[in-house]
């Protein structure tokens, strides 16, 4: 099984460090296992996406115009990406600071409020594990304990002491994600 996955939204939401957390995840579950990146010179506040695609067999190339799963964290990817997700795919998506939200009637959409649950948290650096937590519930495609795994090997060290946080982050993205709309 394939799965081909777009992370989308502005630098500094941590984009990038989910699909890596992923991409090791999958390394960990020994699948094959692409993680491609993209990113304007701006970086922080600029906008950024990463391709990662997890499979059982090998895969042919790492770019990719349709995709199974599209996380979306803000407007213009939405704008950009919501017509490359492949009917009957999934879009998440996270509702803060959307003046439009996502309108395709043969895609499943799910929404998590990990903005607002990361205030809560007291931790607005969980944010994007929140968002990975959700994505776990809709599609568990690899094992939280190697999630941890790849999230301990992509901090450095002097972070480990971060882990139980950001799984408890996961734990709760897991919790609050909501299906929007069922594909028609």
Request: glycine letters at 10%; zero cysteines.
């Amino acid at each position: 099984m394939t799965q081909e996955i777009i992370i989308a939204g502005f630098g500094g939401q941590g984009v990038l460090s989910m699909g890596k957390i992923l991409a090791y995840s999958g390394l960990m579950e020994d699948k094959e296992v692409s993680w491609f990146p993209s990113y304007g010179p701006e970086q922080r506040g600029g906008t950024a996406n990463v391709t990662v695609i997890l499979s059982d067999s090998p895969i042919s190339s790492p770019i990719v115009n349709e995709f199974d799963i599209a996380i979306i964290l803000n407007q213009p990817s939405l704008d950009k990406f919501e017509s490359h997700v492949k009917p009957g795919g999934i879009l998440i998506y996270d509702p803060n600071g959307f003046q439009h939200p996502p309108t395709r009637k043969d895609i499943n959409i799910y929404k998590v409020e990990a903005v607002d649950t990361a205030i809560l948290m007291k931790n607005t650096k969980a944010f994007n594990m929140i968002v990975l937590g959700g994505l776990l519930k809709v599609s568990p495609m690899v094992k939280l304990e190697n999630v941890m795994k790849g999230l301990k090997k992509s901090l450095p060290e002097r972070h480990h002491g971060l882990l139980p946080m950001n799984e408890q982050a996961i734990m709760k993205g897991m919790e609050i994600i909501q299906e929007v709309q069922k594909s028609e």
